[in-house]
T-cell receptor
Framework: AQTVTQSQPEMSVQEAETVTLSCTYD???????LFWYKQPPSRQMILVIR??????QNATENRFSVNFQKAAKSFSLKISDSQLGDAAMYFC?????????????FGQGTILTVHP | GAVVSQHPSWVICKSGTSVKIECRSL??????MFWYRQFPKQSLMLMAT?????????EQGVEKDKFLINHASLTLSTLTVTSAHPEDSSFYIC????????????FGPGTRLTVT
């Protein structure tokens, strides 16, 4: 079984500033994938960034980057130059192999507020 | 692209009736589709995994006789909520996996079900 934990129910940031959302996970699989999804008020789930566990290099997508600490099972999301459109609920998720192959396990979510 | 549609986006039904929600992958073939349920400001809860041509696999605690899932083709899965009750009111989201990228899920826009 795999678990994903987001310990920050809510976070806020000033426009143009940087914010980091935390996520820890646990899995017994050696091959797995980690994701950050964004869910704006429309409730459409949008993939923000993905990380393959076997890759040591941290993934980046424009203003979004991750800090992947495999030994610590930590996978935080950094949003730089925050914009009003970044306001949403953010979910960390893991997809491991084995009998759970293909299934996503989500964290509890973090509501991000961006102040102008 | 990887577009997933859901229909309807919002449905109101009377208690005791059944309602069907469709999930389609529009521009790719989906080996597997997933159905989630989400309450306001909460995480996504996986209900079942659906593979084309085979029976759905339900998560523990999900009533398979109440939530009927049919995966008729590589592009279509349906969720039927039978004998709906007000406690079934929720937001239902489907996702689909591409045949070639089994670790990534593409989400539909969701369906809001209200049972009166």
């Amino acid at each position: 079984a795999q678990t994903v934990t987001q310990s920050q129910p809510e976070m806020s940031v000033q426009e143009a500033e940087t914010v980091t959302l935390s996520c820890t996970y646990d899995t017994s699989e050696s091959d797995y994938y980690l994701f950050w999804y964004k869910q704006p008020p429309s409730r459409q789930m949008i993939l923000v960034i993905r990380q393959e566990a076997y890759k040591q290099q941290n993934a980046t997508e424009n203003r979004f980057s991750v800090n992947f600490q495999k030994a610590a099972k930590s996978f935080s999301l950094k949003i730089s130059d925050s914009q009003l459109g970044d306001a949403a609920m953010y979910f960390c998720a893991a997809n491991a192999g084995g009998t759970s192959y293909g299934k996503l396990t989500f964290g509890q979510g973090t509501i991000l507020t961006v102040h102008p | 692209g990887a577009v997933v549609s859901q229909h309807p986006s919002w449905v109101i039904c009377k208690s005791g009736t059944s309602v069907k929600i469709e999930c389609r992958s529009l521009d790719f073939q989906a080996t597997t589709m997933f159905w989630y349920r989400q309450f306001p400001k909460q995480s996504l809860m996986l209900m079942a995994t659906s593979n084309e041509g085979s029976k759905a696999t339900y998560e523990q605690g999900v009533e398979k006789d109440k939530f009927l899932i049919n995966h008729a083709s590589l592009t279509l899965s349906t969720l039927t909520v039978t004998s709906a009750h007000p406690e079934d009111s929720s937001f239902y989201i489907c996702s689909a996996q591409k045949r070639s990228r089994g670790y990534e899920q593409y989400f539909g826009p969701g369906t809001r079900l209200t049972v009166t």
